[in-house]
Structure formats: C-alpha cells, structure tokens
DNA sequence: GCGGTTTATATGAAGCCGCACTTATGGCTG
DNA sequence: CAGCCATAAGTGCGGCTTCATATAAACCGC
C-alpha cells in the first residue's frame, strides 16, 4: 500500500486523478455544451440522441448505461423526448419486458447535425495539442475503460 | 476543416473524445463514490471537502468553479454543511463582499479520512494498469488542462 | 408447467441543481 | 466624489435526478 503523504505546497486535487478526470471531461465538454446551450437542447437530450446513433434500437436500461445515468431517470428522459418527437419506443418482439428505443426522423437529423458539430469541436480540441499527445489521448482513455470496465457479476 | 464520415461498424460515441472522457472520468470515480455513498456522504460534500483540503479560507465563487458547480448550488451546498457543522463561513476583511469557508474540527477530520481513503482507491486504480500508462495518464490530463483553461478575458 | 428468483421498465415522493434575478460592495473615470 | 460598470454572494422557482418501490414478464429447476 504505502500511501505518499499529502505533498506540501500542492492543493490534493491538484494531484488526484479522479478530479484530473473530472475537471478534464468538465472543461473540455462545457465548450460543446455551450453549443448546445444556444442551440436550446440540454445535454442529456444530446447524449440520448448520440447514443443512438447508428444503433437500431436501444433498450432504455441500455441507453441508461450509455449515457451515466439511472435508469429511472432515462424512462422520464424518453417520455420527454418522445412527447417532443425525437424518439420512439416499441415492444421487443423477443422478450415483452424489454422497450426498444429509436430516433425519428426528426430525431435521426437533429443527431446527424448536432454530431457533425461535436466532430468539429473534437477536432478543434485536438488540434489545441500537439500530435503526438492527441494520438495518446483516446488510446490511454480507451486503456482505462478497458480496465473499468464493471465487472458485471462474480467480478 | 475535413471531418471524416462516420466509421462504418463503430458507434459515434466509442470514437468520440468528450465521450471517453466523461465515461472514463465517470467509471473511475464511480468505484469510489460507491465507498462514499456506503458512509451517507454525497459526492458534491466530499468534493467540498476535498477542495478545502489545504486551503486557509476558498471563496464562495472559487470553490464552485473548483467542484465544477455554479455559483448559486455552492451556497445552498455550503448552508446544508454548514448545518452539519462541516464548514464555516466567515467575511473576508479585504473585501466585504467576499465570504470566506473553512473546515471545521469535523470536517478535517472527515476530509482528512476521506482523502486517505480516495488516495488508497487512486492507487488502486493505477496498480491496474502499466507503470508508464499510469505515468502518462495524470501528465495527460494535465495537458489537457492547461490547454483548456477557460479564457478568462479577452480570448 | 408451477413457485421462486431475476430482470426490465415504470412510478411517486423528495431533494438537488441551475437559471434568472436581487442586493451589496468595490473600482474606475471624469 | 458622483456615477457607472464589474464582481461576490444569496434567493425563488421550475425542472430534473434519484431513491425506493411497484408491476410485469422471463428464466430456472424440478
């Protein structure tokens, strides 16, 4: 174990990576979110919208997983979504239980626009450092939630 | 400008740097506010307490921007801590304007445990992964503050 | 194919967050 | 020092998130 002590003269979130991360994904995803603000969409409402992205028909659990949020709270997003026309729901044919999700047309356009955007903010973001750097960024990420990944059960 | 289309069998947000982001950041700090949610603390008093460690008295506005909140959620955060005797306030004597908040005995102690426990799940986490991934990731993060430190003025 | 367990979604109450706005103080310029 | 803009903190309200729970359907062993 051997835990270093708080080193002097450095504030401890400075050095924490799990605030590292945080205020990385906050700072660098407000940029888009002030995007999104203008254009009057919330961001829960973007990440359902490219969650769904080339996928034929999330379930609302899985959408849920997707998006960092409760599942509740995704049942309440989608009946918003669904009253404005984004989405619909439909019975899995499968397993009666389960709700399949998808985009409308409306929703299916306002995705492909709102994701051309977020390409061209992360382009923009990457082009703020230097090549090598950027190149590392998504790999080191992806090397993290590889081995995050929730140990679904017996983990 | 050329953004690419989007790759054929890979979903918008597996490919997405704001997305890796934000569920890297989410997947890591998860597993700990799992420990925090186990004690009865809530995320935004341990992310409080975690800014105040060190620090001789934040600002209001200053410790908002530090947990990544506005302005307003802070005073209501901090009247609930101060309710449970965590924090106290006091006026800058500069600035009448300014209120300045510290730990109380409790809340250092209580930010003192927590960090010890945060630091113990912070090495956990880079145990996981190579001795130069782990090196790389906190400088990576970095880079990526520095060079998105909000503009302050004039940018 | 019948109970018991597990999984998927929905619901209701309670609390937190954020926006817009207000109040108070400081700082700058003529 | 008067007037004006900038900045700090607090307030009210509406909406969203969450926790705990309910309901329904599927799976599993016998």
């Given at each position: 174990?051997?835990?270093?002590?708080?080193?002097?003269?450095?504030?401890?979130?400075?050095?924490?990576?799990?605030?590292?991360?945080?205020?990385?994904?906050?700072?660098v995803s407000s940029e888009f979110?002030?995007?999104?603000?203008?254009?009057?969409?919330?961001?829960?409402?973007?990440?359902?919208?490219?969650?769904?992205?080339?996928?034929?028909?999330?379930?609302?659990?899985?959408?849920?997983?997707?998006?960092?949020?409760?599942?509740?709270?995704?049942?309440?997003?989608?009946?918003?979504?669904?009253?404005?026309?984004?989405?619909?729901?439909?019975?899995?044919?499968?397993?009666?239980?389960?709700?399949?999700?998808?985009?409308?047309?409306?929703?299916?356009?306002?995705?492909?626009?709102?994701?051309?955007?977020?390409?061209?903010?992360?382009?923009?973001?990457?082009?703020?450092?230097?090549?090598?750097e950027a190149e590392a960024m998504?790999?080191?990420?992806?090397?993290?939630?590889?081995?995050?990944?929730?140990?679904?059960?017996?983990?």
């Amino acid at each position: 174990m051997n835990i270093p002590p708080q080193p002097s003269g450095v504030r401890f979130i400075d050095d924490y990576l799990v605030y590292l991360l945080a205020r990385a994904a906050h700072q660098v995803s407000s940029e888009f979110h002030e995007q999104l603000r203008r254009r009057g969409i919330s961001v829960a409402v973007w990440r359902v919208l490219s969650g769904l992205l080339g996928s034929e028909g999330e379930t609302v659990t899985g959408l849920a997983e997707l998006c960092l949020l409760q599942q509740p709270t995704m049942t309440k997003l989608l009946d918003r979504m669904a009253r404005q026309g984004l989405v619909v729901r439909s019975p899995d044919l499968k397993d009666r239980r389960v709700v399949r999700v998808a985009l409308t047309e409306d929703g299916q356009s306002m995705a492909d626009e709102l994701a051309l955007a977020a390409r061209m903010h992360e382009a923009d973001v990457l082009a703020r450092h230097p090549p090598a750097e950027a190149e590392a960024m998504k790999s080191l990420l992806r090397a993290i939630l590889a081995r995050h990944d929730k140990p679904r059960r017996a983990g």
